[in-house]
């Protein structure tokens, strides 16, 4: 396989290397293809992820991962030729004076490696390509094992849509992906666990090669007193339940004030009972990846009751999970939460919601620093000095405030982690911009510069014939 892999690599590079420079319109007529790919074969691909997660419905899919890569590939292409564009920047004196120029020019960098993991197994691969795209690389995907009808549709359709010395796509497990980090890539976009990044980083350093890790962590949401409790538990509930909170940058834990706790378990209650008064047969509603994952969640649960916190299982229609054998789980809100519980101690990556109460904002505020640096942050509040507060004094990979997760809809906001939680960025411009090598070229005047300047010998003496 490895010897499959580098041939790929290679083949790919020489192609890239041959076919310099990338006209805007070669890579026009790439993400027109990575759009025509996506969009024609989307009810199949609903299909596969839905068969992939045991159930999850062609309404999220087509939200989640068809039309978020489209609208990623689309504005790619809209602002391609712009980002393209070189950038003059000013000549200092007294360089400027004499007719000398520099600018950076923005180059693709050659192949780039993308690992995907499978919560959103096309959006977290078309949505990478749109700036890998953009930049003018070549690209080689590895697919997450999880997911592997939809894994290997998407490689099928890579190949009707694509060259393999463009785009070329890569299954297979664990192995596989070690195989494939160890590659010396051009660049590596990793997305997955935080422990996995470490690994992917250690081999990254063997070939010197530019990472980029897009990791998860635990995501706070942050209450102020100020905050529309049933507008707050609203928002934090839809977000929590998206795919079963199988999202990187799910609402992971709350912390609220004292006073407003049951108000707030009242609020995430009914809002989750009015999204999804059945869950079963529901089909709004995603199941859990797998078994090992669900019986991951359902320890954790128990592990929370075991250690005294009171855990309010959202189930208005008294259905019975345990029989059903379709990993269908419920929002679970684990009251009470204490650090010494495995929801408090890992990224939950499902509907388990811990609370926690906070006597002020300044307890709040250094809760969250207490804690690795996470992807996302949220607060709820009207009050813009508390906001301003929350803002200066914590530190996330991104915000959103007054609802979860929307800053990475906004395609020119960077999405990254920092940290534990990530490294590096992309998504529209600065997706474009992590994909290119930016050179600085400098453009030299007629003029004798380097004596003008003083900077040939012979120095400090003046030529004079004795
Ligand atoms: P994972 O890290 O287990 O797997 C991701 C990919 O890496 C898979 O394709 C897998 O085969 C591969 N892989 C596993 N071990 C490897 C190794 N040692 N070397 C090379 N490749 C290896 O993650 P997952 O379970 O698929 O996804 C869930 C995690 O991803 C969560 O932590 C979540 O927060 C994170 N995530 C982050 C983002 C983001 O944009 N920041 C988005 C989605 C998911």
Redesign the pocket.
Known sequence: MTDTLETVLGTQRSAFMSHLPVPAAVRQDRLKRAIAMVSENADALCDALSEDFGHRSREQSMMTDIAASVAALNHARKHLSRWMKADRRPVQFPLGLLGARGRVEYQPKGVVGV??????PVN?VMTPLAGILAAGNRAMV?????TPVTSELMAELAGRYFDTEELAFVT???E???A??ALPFDHLL????????R??LH?AADNLMPVTL????KSPVIVGQSADIARTTERVALGKMLNAG????APDYMLVPEAKEAEIVDGLTRAATAMYPTLLANPDYTAIINDRHYARLTDWIEDARARGAQVVEVNPAGEDFAASNSRKLPLHIIRDATDDMLVMQE?I?GPVLPIRRYRDMEGAIAEVNGRPRP?ALYYFGNDASEERQVLDRTIS?GATVNDVIFHVSMEELP???IGP??MGAYHGRTGFETFSHARSVFRQSRLDVAKLAGLKPPYGRTTRSS
Not at 190 to 197: E, M, W
Not at 246 to 249: M, S, T
């Open positions: 690992i995907a993991p499978w919560n959103f977290l590895k697919m997450s094992e999880y297979g497990g664990v596989v992906g070690q494939f980090a990793f997305t997955g666990a935080t422990g996995v990044g690994h992917i081999a897009e990791l998860g962590g199988q999202i990187c940058l990224e990556f992807l990979g999405f990254g982690g939680s990530g």
